[in-house]
């Protein structure tokens, strides 16, 4: 059977991840921010509680395995192995853009991951822009139902929509269309970005208008710039491209301004993050939720087992970074000093 244009740019956009070096040339800002070392914590390693309710559910770990992929073969066996490990650890994951199952119901099983985590924090997503392009609000409940989903993500993918030659480019008067979608869908919305960053004065304006999160995924992780660059044949879009990979807001600097210009938002932190000493950095600076993308990607493109190792790891090492700043739960660590170099 002949593949869809949206079943040939996922399978692109896996391969590419996978295969590619589409790394920002920005770091994400965390080395700049230092934890005063507590050389005696006052309480046993083994009672530090990284446990969290966000949405009504108990997260075990502040882990979110962000939206990324969905609608083919492939990224049905990955999401599965993603969702496995989601449920054994009790952290929350995102699927990816729903937007082609809207066309084709048949692709409802790559997204419908609750047959294999059936009490995760669980995401739905379609790109904001769809607003403009003929997705009601009937359409983003359904994506939301279909998959049994605790809240729904709206992404913001401006840049990368114009790089891409099937972009859809108009983004203008979102805002009071996100604002309607809020009042009338029963979920909280999130909004996120892609790899570029979204600013305080942003998710102030978001918060505004009833965004329950935002997920700031700043630069210094993957490049959808580059990404699609992979994917074009247009002399003029590759070049330009290349001069967008170091385009964004470091996903430290998102954080801390998002935090010190909002109220009641929930932040989330993602764009780059490959340690939990930069979860544990993210939360003193104002997360409440750290996300990982491209390296759970890889991990899952080989076995659910290779993704529980990189799990393993970040919790482990986010224990130990609380143990390092005397913080016994995810709270301490909010209040825990940090300092910039």
Not at 7 to 22: A, E, P, S, T, Y
Not at 241 to 264: H, L, M, S, Y
Request: include cysteine; charge should be negative.
């Amino acid at each position: 059977m002949q593949k869809s244009e949206h079943q040939i740019r996922k399978d692109d956009h896996i391969q590419i991840n996978l295969q590619q070096d589409i790394k920002s040339r920005q770091t994400n800002g965390f080395e700049h921010f230092h934890f005063q070392h507590v050389a005696l914590p006052e309480f046993d390693f083994c009672d530090i509680d990284t446990c969290q309710i966000l949405f009504g559910k108990t997260l075990a770990l502040p882990f979110l395995i962000s939206s990324m992929t969905g609608g083919v073969e492939k990224a049905e066996k990955i999401n599965r192995n993603l969702a496995k490990v989601a449920q054994a650890h009790g952290i929350a994951m995102g699927v990816g853009s729903q937007r082609a199952m809207l066309e084709d119901t048949t692709l409802v099983e790559s997204f419908n991951m609750r047959k294999y985590a059936p009490d995760i924090l669980l995401f739905a997503n379609i790109g904001a822009v769809q607003l403009n392009y003929g997705v009601s609000i009937k359409d983003l409940k359904h994506l939301v139902s279909s998959i049994d989903a605790d809240a729904l993500i709206l992404h913001l993918n401006s840049l990368q929509e114009v790089f891409q030659p099937e972009g859809q480019l108009n983004f203008a008067n979102l805002l009071p269309k996100i604002e309607d979608a809020i009042a009338q869908i029963d979920v909280p919305v999130i909004v996120k970005e892609v790899g570029w960053g979204i600013s305080g004065k942003l998710a102030k304006q978001l918060e505004d208008i009833g965004v329950a999160a935002v997920d700031v995924a700043g630069a210094g992780g993957t490049s959808w710039s580059q990404i699609e660059k992979y994917r074009s044949e247009d002399v003029v879009r590759i070049s330009a491209a290349e001069a967008f990979r170091d385009w964004g807001i470091p996903t430290a600097q998102c954080i801390q301004d998002v935090a010190n210009k909002t109220k009641t938002l929930k932040v989330f932190a993602s764009g780059g993050l490959s340690t939990g000493v930069e979860v544990a950095k993210s939360i003193a600076l104002g997360a409440d939720l750290c996300g990982f993308a491209g390296r759970v990607l890889r991990a899952a493109a080989i076995s659910e087992n290779e993704v529980h190792s990189v799990i393993n790891r970040l919790a482990m090492e986010l224990k130990i970074s609380m143990f390092g700043v005397g913080a016994k739960s995810l709270d301490e660590l909010s209040q825990a000093e940090l300092y910039n170099q």
